[in-house]
Structure formats: structure tokens, C-alpha cells
């Protein structure tokens, strides 16, 4: 079954930096575009990044353009999200997600890692 | 990119039927069938229940329906249930190439 487990959430000072990482197994990785999804404690979603199967497109939120990268390792299965310049106000559960294919949605998610920002 | 707009609360007692909005633009969830729904319990990720608009994926109740009129979209639960209780989000993608979440909706079984 799809299986997509976050890891590299942490404490971080603003200004700081972070790489979240997605491992992905029980589909075939190199067939979906994915998406990474926050939320905030207390708050709602708020979608963050999708990159194309083969990593050839990445779409930002206007809130994290120029300070995330979205990225994808096809041959390890792999879904990663660098965040620099981090700020107070991008404190939240990280949530990797699968794109389901041929439509616009999210099919299967992540439990999502804990990234707090704070000094 | 603002959020689409859904009620903060809805309430409804077992068995009945309810029925949540989602209103956005036409730069999003008039412009294209590509709306979703999800549930999200306490400390959960959120589950899909709704995509396309109407489409259940499996393992979904049919209790669960979705429409969508101009630029407002609704997800219908019928025969409302105890599990039913949790929070509820539409989504939907943008002109933009992007995507966009409702602002979510508590549902509360009386």
C-alpha cells in the first residue's frame, strides 16, 4: 500500500534553514507528480510546492517562492523540500503528498513532521 | 492566492444530511472540475474524500456527494454519522498552476 513518511523537522532559529525529506514506497514514484502541505498549529492547509513526476515543473505558494525548493530523487524514491530564510509564521506540520495523475488532487498523504520556528 | 471561502462550523444530528460550500473564483474552482474535499480528524493527516468534483475514491461512503454551481462547489453528507465529526476542506486548482485550500470547516454530530 502507499506509503509516504516525512522526516526532518526540527527547532530552527529565524533566518535559519531546513530539508524536509519524503520517502515514498507501494507505488510507482517515478509516475506521480507530489506535493508538499502545511498547517499551521490550530489553523488550516495551506498548500506549499508540487514538482511534475520527472521534476521537470515546480509551483510555489507565493508565501515560500524564492526561500523553498521543491525536489524529487526518482531513483530513491525520494521527495525533499529545502526551506531557507525561515520565518515565525512558517511554523507548522509539513505534509508530503501524492498527485494523483490525471487529475488535480492529492490522493494519499504523509503523518507530516513537526517544524517550528522560533528563537 | 486567497483561500476558499467555507462556513467555520456546521452541525447537524445522526441521520441527518448537511452540506458544506466552498465558494471561490473563477480563476479556480469556477474555472475548472478540478475540486476535491478532505477530511482531517484531531492530530491526522487529512484523508481524500471528494476529487473532481463529484468523484468518490474507493473505500469512500457513498454518503458522501459532491457538486459544484459556478463558482461555489458543496460536499453533501447524508445519514450523518458520529465518525462523520472532524474538519472539512475543499481545494481546488488555480489558472496559476497552483493549488488552493478552503478555509476548512468544523463538522459537529448533535
Known amino acids: 500500500q502507499v506509503q509516504l513518511v516525512e522526516s526532518g523537522g526540527g527547532v530552527v532559529q529565524p533566518g535559519g534553514s531546513l530539508r524536509l525529506s519524503c520517502a515514498a514506497s507501494?507505488?510507482?514514484?517515478?509516475?506521480?507528480?507530489m506535493h508538499w502541505v502545511r498547517q499551521a498549529p490550530g489553523k488550516g492547509l495551506e498548500w506549499v510546492a508540487f514538482?511534475?513526476?520527472?521534476?521537470?515543473?515546480?509551483y510555489y505558494a507565493d508565501s515560500v517562492k524564492g526561500r523553498f525548493t521543491i525536489s524529487r530523487d526518482n531513483s530513491e524514491h525520494t521527495l525533499s523540500l529545502q526551506m531557507n530564510s525561515l520565518r515565525t509564521e512558517d511554523t507548522a506540520v509539513y505534509y508530503c503528498?501524492?498527485?494523483?495523475?490525471?487529475?488535480?488532487?492529492?490522493?494519499?498523504w504523509g503523518q507530516g513532521t513537526l517544524v517550528t520556528v522560533s528563537s | 492566492q486567497s483561500a476558499l471561502t467555507q462556513p467555520a462550523s456546521v452541525s447537524g444530528s445522526p441521520g441527518q444530511s448537511i452540506t458544506i460550500s466552498c465558494t471561490g473564483t473563477?480563476?479556480?474552482?469556477?474555472?475548472?472540475?478540478?475540486v476535491s474535499w478532505y477530511q482531517q480528524h484531531p492530530g491526522k493527516a487529512p484523508k481524500l474524500m471528494i476529487y473532481?468534483?463529484?468523484n468518490r475514491p474507493s473505500g469512500v461512503s457513498n454518503r458522501f456527494s459532491g457538486s459544484k454551481s459556478g463558482n461555489t462547489a458543496s460536499l453533501t453528507i447524508s445519514g450523518l454519522q458520529a465518525e462523520d465529526e472532524g474538519d472539512y476542506y475543499c481545494?481546488?486548482?488555480?489558472?496559476?498552476?497552483?493549488?488552493?485550500f478552503g478555509t476548512g470547516t468544523k463538522v459537529t454530530v448533535l
Open positions: 507501494g507505488f510507482t514514484f517515478t509516475t506521480y507528480g
Open positions: 503528498a501524492k498527485h494523483r495523475g490525471s487529475t488535480w488532487t492529492l490522493d494519499y
Open positions: 481545494s481546488s486548482y488555480t489558472s496559476r498552476s497552483t493549488y488552493v
Open positions: 514538482i511534475r513526476n520527472d521534476g521537470s515543473n515546480k
Open positions: 473532481d468534483v463529484s
Open positions: 473563477s480563476s479556480d474552482v469556477g474555472g475548472y472540475n478540478y
